[in-house]
Each structure stands twice: as structure tokens, then as C-alpha cells.
């Protein structure tokens, strides 16, 4: 079945771009510089110590070396000297005796260099304590100076005390005795490349655990990230067993710790690679969960027992149980190297197998097989590896998203750009629908008013002359009706600052001389008022017709000879500004209900239904003296 790694394309679709090898040549150089910086050279003066009479103590307070004639009978042992099962449990020490000579008391400091001393290590020089290491001095050198006054001509006695906890591997490697000028170099060789670089090599595991989780607490759903972090940060845990020489826990629980990280690693590793093939969550990743959980019961209850056989026998069987899950781990490394073009997913099958091939030669060093160079452990140097490797996947993973981000941005631009046109013609089209809405309505209104003015004076002088009664005055009249009646609809039209005031003023200028002529005179008592933004030509017909409406009620049935115009400003009655206009009138009046044989008709009804289009209020009403008509508007549209 074919699988997908997300962020990818169908991989089986993909053509291999990348050549994994010279990453593979470069880890290789890496580890044998490593191995090369480890080693030990021997300069001239320098005494190797290959083998040390060998003495088994018990306790761990001892305050000096035993005497001479205790080393009597002790039979030489060849280093390295590592101590199986059986030899732990009759021993928790052991007493290494070695000697050298010198023709004259140096002037200078000597020293005793241990490249190999483990778990911890105690240097006696002619009886004189010279140095002791950490408590747990795992792949840590060490360098114990005498000063001169501690030496002296001929026979000189070095004594070593190694502790040996039940639980865990003793060993004791050759030594050296020499000038400390001449052996520091070598240390301090030693100390960059067994100690500096497996930390830095610790803190770059570290922090690529700590991304990988970072990035898992944002985005849960990408596939194999939690598990890389948790399987760097299991193989980190692995090797503080390097770096801590003072252990924060105490002893079982510190060796518990470290030797559980290991198969944690491996199993989320294994785990990770599972998710990156998109192998469904089954019964496979809970019986490898749960196979660890197992082991380390097992491994916590070996050591809380204190019996060498039963941990040996339960390290020994998760290692084996490690050695099976690496190797299926290295079969789903080689699948994804197959079907993936990215070169952080190429590289990681070799770089598997590399560090396969890693663990194998530590576990036979620490067995006590022979190796090729000095007994260096080398796995920790892969963490670096282990971090840049998944640094870079992230970054893979980073730069992959960003193109998609940038693919999907283009084309959202593109359809927003589509859609913008397709809403540009739709506003197109409906401001085209409007306007020419607008102009059927506009259309509309100018006949209805031409049909129900002029239309109806013309109506009327056409009557009016039929009757063959009419006086060429009346004839006269009924034209300049007509006439003012088509001029107030063309003023309409023209354009307004939505000024009553000057609306008004262009009424009074057209209709005045005439309604002078028929004894009707104005009194114009006008002030400013503020602009009605809302007044525009059809709103200016409305306002003029009411005017035409109310003068024509005065001349048909008011019988008066004045008209007052007054404007001003006022609060309506539901509350809101506006301006007023008021026509008085000093004839006898008429009232809006048609009492007083004076009816109204529907010049009045068309009064109140154009002042309320206009949302303005007008009041109709008989005062002393004569009649008031009052238009109300507000300043500002409802």
C-alpha cells in the first residue's frame, strides 16, 4: 500500500532528488575525528600502565591505601579490568597497585592520568591522596597531579581505588604516570572531545526536544512531531549519564533515569516514523508503548533489589528487546527513503543505521570486546546530528508551509480580484437599473404633475372658451395659470442649495405682479433659515405646490386683499429641529372640515398628504381676522 507524508505530494509519485551519501561520508569523518581526538598518544617520559595487582575491599570509607604487606600475595591483573556480575557481588571496591621509579626527585609536578575510570575513582601517591573523581564519572578522563614534595628518588607507589556499586558496570582502564606538562595536552584532548562536545551535543538534542514540543503545542495535528521531540529528549536524558559527574538523584534512581532513555528514544522514534507513513494508530503502537513501560518496571524492580544478576539480566534483555525494535525502525526508515524526495527524510535511514552501527560497537566496548582505537564511547556525538536533522525537517516542514501559504495567497489574490470585478459589474449594473429607475420615476412625477397642473388649467380654458361666455380677461387669466403652472413645474427641475428662503424668493418674483393685478397684495415678513440638506427638485415641487395650493384657496374662497408671509425656526412635536413657514391671509377664512358653506375640497387633502412626503406637519386653521395656513419641516431627512 502506498503511504503519504504530509506536506508532500504523493511520494511514490516523487522522483528521488537527493543524495543522502555525502551527508553519510561527513557523519562518518565527524565520528573519526572524534575517535582521532580521543586518542591516546604517549609522549616521551610518559609510563603506560598496562597492569595493576588488584585487591577486593569492602566499604566505601576507606582513608588510605592498604600496606605493604597486603599487596604481597596480590596477583597482577591486565587493564582495562572489567568487573562482571560475580565479581560485584563479593566486592562493593577494589584496590589497584602499580609502581615506578625515578632516578632523581623531580622538580616539576607529576600526575596520574585516567582516561578510563568508571563509576568513580580515588589516586593515592606514596600514600598521599592526589585526587578523586565525580561520583559518577562516566567517559570523563581525569587527571590527578602530585606536587614534587610527594615523589622521590627511585621506588614511587601509585595505589587506586575504584568504587563498585552492585548495580552497575565497574571498569578501570590503562593509565599513565608522567610530568603533568607532558600529560596535559593529551587530558585536556580528551576533555574537549569526551566532554565539551557531548554537552554541547546534550544541549543541542535539548533544544531541538523543546522545539519539536513548542511546535507540537500549536499545531497538534502535524504528524511525528511530539514524537521526535519526545525521542530527543529521551536520548538527552540518556546521555547527562555523560556529562553529570554529580548525579541531582540518588544513585538507582539517577541509573534508572538514564537507562530508560534510551528505549524511550528508540520507541518514539519508531512511533514518529509510523505517523510519517501514515500507519494508522493501532495495537502496534501500544504494544511498543507498552513494551517499554514493562521494561522499566522490570529494570526498577533489578535495582531496588540490589542483586547484580537480576538488573545485568534486565538490562541485558531490554537491550536485546532495543536491538528488535531498531532494526524494524531501520525497515520504516528505508520506506520513507524511498518514496520521499526531501533530503531531511532521504538522510535519515543511513543516519539510522549509522547510529545502529554506533550503539553496536559501545555495547561491545562496554561488554569488553576488542575495538578499533581508544575505548571511547560514541553515540552521544549523534545527538548533534540528532538536532540538526530535525531542525532541518522542521524547517523543511517550515518552508513547505510557507510556499503553500504564498501558493494559496495568490490564488485567494486572484479570486478576490475576480470577485472584485464580478461585484464591480453588479454595482455596475444595479447603479444603471437605479438611474434608469430613477428616471422612469422622474418621468412619472413630471407627468402627473403636467397631467394634474397644467393638464387641468388647460382643461379648463378649453371649458372656459366652449362656453363662448368667456371675456377675453378671463381667457387671459386662465392662460397665465397655465403658464405659471408649467413655469413652477420647469423650476422644479433646476438646480437647489436646499434653500427655502431662495425657493420662496423665486416663487414670490413669479406670482406676485400677477396676483397685484387681481387686488391680492403681499407682506413678506422673512428671515434666514438654515439649509434643509435634504431639499431637492422633487421635494422644491412639493413645498411650491403647497404655496400654489394655499394662494389659490385664498383667491377662491378667503376674498382677502393681504397675504403675510413669515418664516422661522421651531421644535416640532415629536421633538426634532426644523423651520416653519406661515401664510396668514386677512380675509374671512375658511375651515379645513367644510363648515361655513367654505369646503375645503381636495386642494387642502393634497396640502396635508405632500407635507407629510416631505415628513413635515401642516396645519390649516381660521384665526381672527382671517385664515393660517402653517408648514412645518425638519432640517434634517427622517
Known amino acids: 500500500m502506498h503511504r503519504t507524508i504530509r506536506g508532500c ?49 569492602l566499604g566505601d570509607r576507606v582513608s588510605s591505601p592498604p600496606d605493604e604487606t597486603a599487596w604481597a600475595g596480590a596477583p597482577p591483573t591486565a587493564l582495562p579490568d572489567r568487573w562482571d556480575t560475580r565479581e560485584r557481588l563479593r566486592a562493593s571496591a577494589a584496590w589497584y597497585h602499580s609502581e615506578f621509579g625515578l632516578d632523581a626527585t623531580p622538580t616539576a609536578a607529576w600526575a596520574v592520568y585516567l582516561p578510563l575510570a568508571t563509576p568513580s575513582a580515588t589516586v593515592w601517591v606514596n600514600g598521599v591522596e592526589v585526587g578523586a573523581t565525580g561520583r559518577r564519572n562516566v567517559n570523563r578522563p581525569f587527571l590527578a597531579v602530585a606536587v614534587p614534595a610527594v615523589l622521590r628518588q627511585g621506588r614511587n607507589i601509585v595505589d587506586i581505588r575504584l568504587r563498585v556499586p552492585p548495580t552497575y558496570g565497574s571498569v578501570l582502564g590503562r593509565f599513565f604516570v608522567g610530568p603533568a606538562a607532558a600529560l596535559r595536552p593529551s587530558f585536556e584532548r580528551r576533555v574537549f572531545w569526551q566532554v565539551h562536545v557531548v554537552e554541547l ?172 582505537g581508544p575505548p571511547v564511547i560514541l553515540l552521544p556525538y549523534l545527538g548533534c546530528v540528532l538536532g540538526v536533522w530535525g531542525s532541518w525537517r522542521i524547517l523543511e516542514r517550515f518552508v ?49 404633475d403636467i397631467h394634474d397642473g397644467f393638464g387641468a388649467q388647460l382643461t379648463s380654458m378649453l371649458a372656459l372658451v366652449e362656453t363662448a361666455e368667456a371675456t377675453p380677461g378671463e381667457v387671459a387669466d386662465a392662460l397665465r395659470d397655465a403658464l405659471d403652472d408649467m413655469r413652477l413645474v420647469i423650476q422644479s427641475l433646476g438646480p437647489r442649495d436646499a434653500d427655502l428662503i431662495a425657493l420662496l ?67 416640532g412635536t415629536d421633538g426634532r429641529q426644523g423651520v416653519y413657514v406661515q401664510i396668514d391671509d386677512d380675509g374671512r377664512g375658511f375651515a379645513p372640515d367644510g363648515r361655513d358653506g367654505a369646503a375645503p375640497g381636495a386642494g387642502l387633502r393634497n396640502i396635508t398628504r405632500r407635507a407629510r412626503d416631505l ?24
Do not use: K
Not at 377662491?556 to 386683499?561: F, G, K, S, Y
Open 9 to 57: 505530494p504523493r511520494l511514490d509519485r516523487l522522483a528521488p532528488t537527493a543524495d543522502s551519501s555525502p551527508v553519510l561520508r561527513v557523519l562518518i569523518l565527524a565520528l573519526a575525528l572524534a575517535v582521532a581526538g580521543c586518542g591516546a598518544s604517549i609522549p616521551p617520559g610518559v609510563v603506560e600502565v598496562r597492569a595493576a595487582s588488584r585487591l577486593d575491599a
Open 615 to 638: 415628513g413635515g406637519v401642516v396645519s390649516i386653521g381660521r384665526e381672527t381676522g382671517g385664515g393660517r395656513v402653517v408648514l412645518w419641516l425638519p432640517r434634517d431627512s427622517a
Open 201 to 372: 551535543s546534550v544541549f543541542v538534542t535539548f533544544a531541538f526536544a523543546a522545539l519539536g514540543l513548542a511546535l507540537w503545542a500549536r499545531r497538534r495535528s502535524l504528524p511525528g512531531v511530539i514524537e521526535c521531540a519526545v525521542g530527543g529528549a529521551g536520548w538527552g536524558v540518556a546521555m547527562l549519564e555523560l556529562v553529570v559527574s554529580n548525579p541531582p538523584l540518588p544513585e538507582l534512581a539517577w541509573q534508572w533515569t538514564v537507562t530508560s532513555g534510551l528505549p524511550a528514544t528508540i520507541v518514539a522514534f519508531t512511533v514518529g516514523a509510523r505517523r510519517a507513513l501514515h500507519v494508522e494508530r493501532s495495537w502496534g503502537d501500544q504494544l511498543l508503548a507498552g513494551s517499554w513501560v514493562v521494561g522499566a518496571l522490570a529494570l526498577a524492580a533489578a535495582l531496588a533489589s540490589r542483586r547484580p544478576a537480576a538488573t545485568d539480566a534486565v538490562v541485558l534483555g531490554w537491550a536485546l528487546w532495543s536491538v528488535g525494535v531498531g532494526i524494524y525502525l531501520l525497515t520504516l526508515l528505508a520506506r520513507i527513503q524511498r518514496a520521499s524526495s526531501l533530503v531531511s527524510l532521504r538522510i535519515a535511514a543511513p543516519v539510522g543505521a549509522l547510529g545502529f552501527a554506533v550503539a553496536a560497537r559501545d555495547v561491545a566496548l562496554g561488554l569488553g570486546a576488542a575495538t578499533v
Open 400 to 448: 513547505a508551509a510557507l510556499d503553500e501559504s504564498q501558493a494559496l495567497n495568490r490564488d485567494l489574490e486572484r479570486r478576490v480580484e475576480e470577485r472584485g470585478d464580478e461585484i464591480a459589474r453588479s454595482y455596475e449594473r444595479i447603479n444603471s437599473l437605479e438611474r434608469e429607475r430613477a428616471v422612469q420615476d422622474e418621468r412619472a412625477r413630471l407627468m402627473q
Open 505 to 571: 424668493a423665486s416663487w414670490r418674483a413669479r406670482v406676485e405682479r400677477r396676483l397685484q393685478r387681481r387686488g391680492l397684495r403681499f407682506d413678506w415678513q422673512v428671515s434666514d433659515l438654515p439649509v434643509l440638506p435634504w431639499l431637492g427638485p422633487r421635494e422644491s415641487l412639493h413645498v411650491l405646490r403647497i404655496f400654489q395650493e394655499t394662494v389659490s384657496n385664498v383667491l377662491q374662497h378667503a376674498a382677502a386683499t393681504t397675504i403675510t408671509v413669515r418664516t422661522g425656526e421651531r421644535v
